[in-house]
Nanobody
């Protein structure tokens, strides 16, 4: 599976962005997808995840502000980010794994930079 992330950019605090992760080369509907983010000097953290059946997970820091969704007809996972804060500034990566219960993501897209100005 190849993943292509897009949608990053510069936004003011309180604004919104939607990230997209387009998949190719596999039966995407069977995979679980996730969005991670990383800032320099810190470990990559899982922000949100969605199972093949639509179950979701959110990190506490983004609950109520971010929404992960998927459109299997378009082989795409989205991350809608609202009420953005400067601390959301990071490179965001999309990833996929075969099974929801697995901890390790096998497939990774390139990062897309999100910058939130105060």
């Amino acid at each position: 599976v190849q993943l292509q992330a897009s949608g990053g950019g510069l936004v003011q605090a309180g604004g919104s962005l939607r990230l997209s992760c387009a998949a190719s080369g596999g039966t995407f509907s069977s995979y679980s997808g996730g969005w991670f983010r990383q800032v320099p000097g810190k470990e990559r953290e899982l922000v949100a995840a969605i199972s093949s059946r639509g179950s979701t997970y959110y990190a506490d820091s983004v609950k109520g502000r971010f929404t992960i969704s998927r459109d299997n007809s378009k082989n795409t996972v989205y991350l809608q980010m609202n009420s953005l804060k400067p601390e959301d500034t990071a490179v965001y990566y999309c990833a996929a794994k075969n099974y929801w219960y697995e901890s390790r993501y096998l497939y990774w897209g390139q990062g897309t930079l999100v910058t939130v100005s105060s």
